[in-house]
C-alpha cells in the first residue's frame, strides 16, 4: 500500500503563490477560499533576520482528528496513499472538522460542505502530480510515496534536515519541510 | 510555526480578500460571466501558445473544457517556461473571464477623463480615428502621431504608425525601467544585457542582486533559475535596503542604505583591484583602459564606503573576496526596474565593470551570448522617410538613449518643441502608472487632438481617450510570431484558445483595418494574420502546421559562451571592454563612474520605495478575479521603530502624503523588521481610479501618484523615481 506524502524545500521556495493560483483553476475553488496557502516564519531584528516560506495545505494526518469527528462520516481515509478526503454529498457542513483540524486546512465551500486539499487525487489516479507540484516553477515541491524507499520524497527525506508543522498535536501529519 | 501563525496569516490577508463573489465556475453558472461562444463544445481539448500576462512569451498550452477555458499550463517544449509558468501566466485564465474588462469600442462623450462614453461600431471608431489623424497629417506632419506601446502585441500597431509616416514610437520598458542597465552595458561591452537577459543564472557559482528583487520579480526562467542556483550551493550575495524574498536566501545578506549601491560597487572594484583577484588574463585580452579606471579607484576603500552604505568593511572584503574566488562564474545581476536615483547609468555601467573584473561576460555562469533563429521579415513597401525625425531627443541632450524616450514625447506635447506632437496612440501599457508625475500627463493630454488606446481593461490612460479600442485577450488571438534571442533558438506561436466574448478584436486585425480607413492597404498586403506566418515561415524553410501543432520550433544549439568556441566581439569604439570610456568623457561625462551622496528626504519623511508582487503585472492584472484573489491590495512596509514613532499599527489603514503634499489613497500598514528604519515600501500598480475597473477601484494606493519628482538620467534620458518622500496622514481624512 502506497501512503502519499509531500516534501517541500524551503530553500528554493520563493512564496510565488503558483500553487495557490494552480490549485483554484485546477480545481474551481470559490473566489475567496483556498485549499492552500503560503506561510511565512520571520524571525530576529533587522537586519539579522531569518525567513522560512511554506506552502501549506491538509496535511493528510496518519491520525487524522478530522476524520474521527465526522458524524456524518464524510470525512474520510482514502484507500489509496492514505489521503484523507471528504465525501461532499454526506457532509452536513457542521464543521466539527474544522474545530478539530489544528492546521485550519478546511473551510465550508459555499455549495455547503466542507472543503480542502484533496493531494488532487483525480490527477494522482491518472499518474499525474499534484496541480500545485506540477505548476512549481522552483522545483521546490515533491509528492510521491512514502513507504517507497527510493521515491523522490522518501531519499529527500533522508538526505536533508526537516520539519513537520505542530508535531505536537500528535497528527502524523504526512507533509515534511525541507530546511 | 503554529496554528497561530496561519491565523495571523488569514487575518492580514483574509481582509484583503473581501466579500466574496463566486469562482469561475460558479460565475459561468450564474450567467455573470460572457459565454465564451463555443458551448456547444464537449470534451477536453488543448491549444498550444504564449502567454502574455507579462511580455516574458512563456510557451503555454490551454486546456478547455465543454467549451470553457479551464486552465493554462506550462509547454514543456518551451525553453523559457519549460513547462511551468508563474503564477500569473496559471491565473491567465482569470483574463478571458474578467467582467470588468472592455467589450466594445467607445467614443468619449464629455471631457476628457470623466468616463463617459458611446458605444459605437468599429467603423465608427475607425473613421473617427482616420480623420482626426489625416488632419493632424495635413497641419502638423505624420511625425505629430505618436505611439506609446508595451509587449509583442503592439507590432502591427507600430507598423502602422511607420507606415503612416511617424517615428515617435517608444515604450516605458526603456526611459522608465531598463534604459540606464542597457546604455551602462552598452558603453562597456558594446551589447545590451536584452530581454529576457543574457544572465547565466543557472550555472553561476555566485549571483550578486543589487536591489533585484527575483522572486518577487516573477520573471519565470530567472526565477527558475535563481532557484536552480541555490539548489545548486551557489553562493548568493543580496544587496537591498529591504529584506526581500532573495535577501531570505542569501549567503550574506547587504542591507544598504537606499541610494549608495555606486560606493558600494567601487570600493568592492577597490578590494579586487588592489588585491589583484580579478581576471588578469581576460582583462589583459580585452580590456581598454584599465589602468585608469584602477588608478581611480584608489581612495574608495571599504573604509571609505562604510559611512556611505552603512556596509562594515569586512563585509565588503569579505564579499569581494567571494566573488573572485568563483570567477568567471560570478554573475552580478544588472537587474532590470533600474530607474532608481538619476545615476543609473554610471551605477549600471559599475555593474558591467565589476563583471568585467570577474570575466563574466561572455563566459558559463556570467552572460550567455543569445542566439535566434534566421527568418526573414515580410517584404513590406519601405515606410516614408521622415524629415524632421524624432521628437523625443532634440539635439541628442541625453547622448547614450538608443531607444526612444516616453517622457521625451510628453514632454514635446506639452511644450510643442521640437516640433508639436497632436495625436497619442497607447497600446497596452497604462502610461498614467508608468510615467513619473500624472499630472505632466495629464497636462500633456489637453493639448492632444486625439487620444486612441488599445487595450483589454479599462486603464487609467483608457479614462482619459477620445476612442477606446478593446482588443481580444491573448487567449482569444493571433499575435506576431515571437522569433526570441535567447540561450536556445527558438519560435513561438500565440494562437486563439477560445473566441472573444464580446466585440473585442485582435491588434493585428485593428492594425489592418485602421490601415484601410488611412489608405495605407499596401502595408498590408496579407488578409489574415495567418497567411503573413505562412509567408514568413515558408520564406524561412519552416513548417507552420508544426509550429501550430506545438506552439514551439526549436533550432539547434549554438554556442552561446566563449568556453564553447564563440569568437569574443565587442562593438564598443576601442573593440574591447571600455573601463575607461573615451566616449563619455568626450560627451562631457565622468568616464569612470563616481559617486554622488543622494539629497535626503525633509525631516519625518520616509524614502519611498516600490517593487513587484510576484501574482500581478504593472497595473494590468488586478482585475482579473483569479490574481486579485491572491492578492487584492497592496500594504506600506514600515519597520517597527518608525511604526512606533508615528503611532502606527499592524494592518491598520493610513494614507501616505508625498514631500509635494500630494495624499494617496488608503493603504493598510505592515509594520516589519524586514525594511530599514528611513524608508518604506510598497507593491507597485495598486490604487486604480478608473472607475470602469470596478473590482480594482480604490484598493490600496498607488506608488505612481507619490512619483510627483523624478531625477532625470543626464547620459540616456531614464527617469529616476526612488527620489520621492512620504509621511503618514490619518485614512479618513
Known sequence: MARYGMVIDTARCVGCMDCVVACKTENGIPEGYDRDWIAYDTTGAFPTLHMEIRSERCNHCEDPPCVYCCPCGASHIHERGGVVLVHHDKCSGCKACIAACPYDARFIHPEGYADKCTFCIHRVEQGLEPACVAVCPTHCMHFGDLDDPNSTVSRLLASREQHTLLPEAGTKPQIWYLK | ?733
Open chain 2, 1 to 733: 510555526m503554529s496554528a497561530l501563525s496561519r491565523r495571523r496569516f488569514l487575518k492580514i490577508s483574509g481582509a484583503a480578500v473581501g466579500a466574496a463573489a463566486a469562482g469561475t465556475a460558479a460565475l459561468r453558472a450564474a450567467g455573470t460571466l460572457p459565454s465564451t461562444g463555443l458551448s456547444a463544445e464537449k470534451g477536453i481539448r488543448t491549444v498550444p501558445t504564449f502567454c502574455d500576462i507579462c511580455f516574458w512569451k512563456c510557451g503555454a498550452i490551454a486546456t478547455v473544457r465543454d467549451g470553457a477555458l479551464w486552465k493554462i499550463e506550462g509547454n514543456p517544449l518551451d525553453p523559457l517556461s519549460n513547462g511551468r509558468l508563474c503564477p500569473r501566466g496559471t491565473g491567465g485564465v482569470g483574463a478571458h473571464y474578467d467582467p470588468d474588462r472592455l467589450r466594445t469600442p467607445l467614443l468619449r462623450k464629455r471631457s476628457r477623463g470623466q468616463e463617459e462614453w458611446v458605444e459605437v461600431t468599429w467603423d465608427e471608431a475607425f473613421e473617427y480615428i482616420a480623420q482626426k489623424m489625416q488632419s493632424i497629417k495635413q497641419r502638423y506632419g505624420p511625425e505629430a502621431v505618436a505611439l506609446f506601446s508595451h509587449g509583442i502585441g503592439g507590432n502591427f500597431l507600430k507598423h502602422l504608425l511607420k507606415a503612416y509616416g511617424s517615428p515617435n514610437i517608444a515604450a516605458p520598458s526603456f526611459a522608465q525601467c531598463r534604459g540606464p542597465r542597457d546604455a551602462g552595458f552598452r558603453l562597456t561591452f558594446g551589447e545590451d544585457v536584452s530581454s529576457p537577459e543574457r544572465t547565466d543564472i543557472r550555472n553561476a557559482r555566485c549571483l550578486v542582486l543589487i536591489g533585484n528583487h527575483l522572486g518577487e520579480n516573477m520573471h519565470n526562467t530567472q526565477v527558475q533559475e535563481f532557484a536552480d542556483a541555490i539548489g545548486n550551493g551557489a553562493s548568493l550575495i543580496v544587496v537591498d535596503p529591504r529584506y526581500s524574498i532573495a535577501a531570505g536566501k542569501a549567503s550574506h545578506y547587504l542591507p544598504i542604505k537606499p541610494g549608495t549601491d555606486i560606493a558600494l560597487l567601487l570600493a568592492w572594484m577597490h578590494v579586487i583591484v588592489t588585491e589583484r583577484l580579478y581576471d588578469r588574463d581576460y582583462v589583459a585580452q580585452h580590456g581598454f583602459g584599465f589602468e585608469q579606471f584602477a588608478a581611480s579607484l584608489a581612495p574608495f576603500t571599504p573604509a571609505w564606503a562604510y559611512p556611505e552604505t552603512g556596509i562594515e568593511p569586512e563585509v565588503i572584503e569579505r564579499t569581494a573576496r567571494e566573488m573572485a574566488a568563483h570567477k568567471p562564474a560570478t554573475l552580478v545581476h544588472p537587474g532590470r526596474h533600474v530607474t532608481w536615483y538619476g545615476d543609473d547609468a554610471q551605477r549600471s555601467r559599475a555593474i558591467a565593470l565589476l563583471n568585467a573584473l570577474l570575466g563574466s561576460w561572455g563566459r558559463k555562469g556570467g552572460f550567455y551570448t543569445p542566439v535566434s533563429m534566421d527568418l526573414p521579415p515580410y517584404p513590406y513597401p519601405e515606410y516614408p522617410p521622415s524629415v524632421r525625425g524624432k521628437v523625443d531627443n532634440p539635439g541628442q541632450k541625453y547622448p547614450f538613449a538608443h531607444e526612444t524616450i516616453t517622457t521625451g514625447i510628453r514632454e514635446a506635447t506639452l511644450t510643442g518643441q521640437p516640433y508639436p506632437i497632436m495625436g497619442w496612440w497607447v497600446y497596452a501599457t497604462n502610461l498614467l502608472h508608468a510615467l513619473p508625475n500624472e499630472a505632466e500627463t495629464i497636462k500633456a493630454i489637453q493639448n492632444l487632438d486625439l487620444l486612441v488606446v488599445v487595450d483589454v481593461i479599462p486603464s487609467e490612460i483608457a479614462g482619459w481617450a477620445d476612442v477606446v479600442l478593446p482588443e481580444s485577450v491573448y487567449l482569444e488571438r493571433h499575435d506576431d510570431l515571437n522569433v526570441e534571442w535567447f540561450r536556445e533558438p527558438f519560435i513561438a506561436l500565440r494562437q486563439p484558445v477560445v473566441a472573444s466574448p464580446h466585440d473585442q478584436k485582435p491588434n493585428w486585425w485593428i492594425a489592418r483595418k485602421m490601415a484601410g480607413h488611412l489608405g495605407l492597404s499596401a502595408y498590408f498586403p496579407w488578409n489574415d494574420i495567418e497567411e503573413y506566418f505562412r509567408y514568413r515561415l515558408k520564406a524561412g524553410g519552416y513548417d507552420y502546421e508544426a509550429l501550430k501543432k506545438n506552439g514551439i520550433l526549436r533550432g539547434p544549439h549554438q554556442p552561446v559562451y566563449y568556453e564553447e568556441g564563440l569568437a569574443p566581439t565587442f562593438p564598443t569604439p576601442s573593440g574591447k571592454i571600455e573601463f575607461f570610456s573615451p566616449q563619455l568623457q568626450k560627451a562631457g561625462f565622468d568616464p569612470v563612474p563616481v559617486y554622488h551622496r543622494p539629497p535626503a528626504g525633509p525631516p519625518g519623511y520616509y524614502r519611498l520605495l516600490f517593487g513587484r508582487a510576484p501574482v500581478h503585472s504593472f497595473s494590468r492584472t488586478h482585475s482579473n478575479r483569479i490574481l486579485s484573489d491572491a492578492m487584492s491590495e497592496n500594504e506600506i512596509w514600515v519597520h517597527t521603530q518608525t511604526a512606533q514613532q508615528n503611532g502606527l499599527t499592524n494592518g491598520q489603514y493610513v494614507r501616505l502624503k508625498n514631500q509635494d503634499g500630494v495624499v494617496s489613497n488608503r493603504i493598510r500598514v505592515r509594520v516589519t523588521e524586514r525594511i530599514r528604519p528611513e524608508c518604506v515600501y510598497m507593491v507597485h500598480g495598486f490604487g486604480h481610479t478608473s472607475r470602469m475597473l470596478k473590482h480594482a477601484f480604490g484598493k490600496g494606493a498607488s506608488d505612481a501618484q507619490m512619483v510627483t519628482r523624478y531625477a532625470t538620467d543626464p547620459l540616456m534620458g531614464g527617469t529616476a523615481m526612488n527620489v520621492n518622500f512620504v509621511t503618514f496622514a490619518p485614512a479618513e481624512a
